[in-house]
């Protein structure tokens, strides 16, 4: 089965590419950047990332992912600069002489671009035109196939499985820092559940109970029963249950449950801690898959 994949590319600390002359930066925890200067003069690099470093000068990794020679990719910049439309995003590309065989000036946030022949390696920057602040989350490179709806902060995935008479299984768990995608291989484990995942950005900032009722409302998805697929979301399944008696919930053992709602269950959380730069947590799927089909039915498959 073939896994969408959605680069993620942050401001983040350590990167020394950044226009620091009479700026003021402020990087967040969640990697949220403000960046304010009055004085810089249009033209100027704001920030630049590269997709080749020598790591014993600049100690640190590539900053952007490897990508296919002719297939068509879309940017997308999760920002917003002031005034509006006073900034360009710059791809410059090289072949492996390091001589520039191609360069792209791109304006808005929502850009496609073929990755050229002979590409060895190439250069992202955002290119000041008239710009004194910028917020800016992330840019995310991605296929350019892939729907729009994979930038929001609240991806809610296309069902992996499908049965419009059941009830929508949802499962709410982080996307991962460095790269967001979806699940198709946990097909085999839904069996006849209907199944969809709900992916939830670690920059979101808004309240994800509030965010998943309203996004069901909206859907007029009342037959839902919603799954905390990590300790965080425990809170919103909750709050999300709590507000619409019709939902049902299942939550982590962690998670403090006062008065032991009807429509509220527990189940015991495994992760599956992958260890790259950071970790990135998953839950046991063969024993959460488990419990689901205990509690509310179906045949595994």
Known sequence: MK??????????????????????????????VSFDNKLMASGKIIMSWQSK??????????????????????LYLKGQEKPAGTMITRLIFRNIQGDEIKQLNLEGHDNEFVFPEGTVDYELQLINAGCTHLEFDRIEICTADLPKDVHDDLWLQDPITDYPDKPVHLLVMSAGKR??????????????????????????????????????????????????CEPRFDRAVIDACNSFPA???????????????????????????????????????????SVIHAIWGGDQG
Do not use: C
């Open 179 to 228: 790269a967001k995608r979806d699940f198709p291989w946990l097909k085999r484990l839904a069996g006849d559940l209907a199944v969809q995942i709900m992916l939830v950005s670690w920059q979101h900032r808004d309240d994800v109970g509030q965010d998943i009722t309203d996004l069901l409302k909206e859907n007029r998805a009342y037959n839902t029963h919603i799954i905390s």
């Open 3 to 32: 896994q969408n994949i959605i680069n993620q590319i942050y401001w983040g600390p350590g990167y020394q590419d950044g226009y620091h002359f009479g700026s003021r930066i402020k990087i967040r925890k969640n990697g949220h």
């Open 53 to 74: 470093l020598n790591y014993q000068f600049s100690k640190m990794v590539p900053q952007l992912p490897v990508l296919a020679v002719g297939r068509r990719y879309r």
């Open 247 to 289: 939902f049902q919930g299942l939550v982590t053992n962690r998670a403090y449950l006062a008065d032991r709602p009807q429509n509220i269950y527990r189940y015991v959380w495994r992760p599956n801690v992958h260890q790259l730069k950071e970790a990135v947590s998953e839950p046991d799927w063969v024993s959460l898959f």
